[in-house]
């Protein structure tokens, strides 16, 4: 199994900055890919990006990519997203999710963060 914690999630000004960050724990060599996703009350939820645990391979949104950025620290076991220029339509929970070698969907997924993004 592999565990997944966000954090870094609160409440910002719009056109500010923010960076969340998901610690992963467990059996991490089980991960091929780890994402960001959003989900903002009453809508469904949203792929933001997503990197390779290997490679560091990338894909993003393409309506995000321009303000948020995924990295990693593969000796920290540790994902980040940083996101800039902040509207209050970025207002979400934004959750970790983990896709296993063997596996074609995000199998793990954190509890997620809370990000508000004032006016």
């Known amino acids: 199994q592999v565990q997944l914690e966000e954090s870094g999630g609160r409440l910002v000004q719009a056109g500010g900055s923010l960076r969340l960050s998901c610690a992963a724990s467990?059996?991490?060599?089980?991960?091929?890919?780890l994402a960001w996703f959003r989900q903002a009350p009453g809508k469904e939820r949203e792929f933001i990006a997503t990197?390779?645990?290997?490679?560091?391979?990338?894909t993003n949104a393409d309506s995000l990519k321009d303000r948020f950025t995924i990295s990693k620290d593969n000796d920290k076991n540790m994902v980040y997203l940083q996101m800039n220029s902040l509207k209050p339509e970025d207002t979400a929970v934004y959750y970790c999710a983990g896709r296993p070698h063997w596996s074609g969907h995000y199998d793990y997924w954190g509890q997620g963060t809370q990000v508000t993004v004032s006016s």
């Open positions: 467990g059996r991490t060599l089980d991960v091929a890919k």
């Open positions: 990197i390779s645990w290997s490679d560091g391979l990338i």
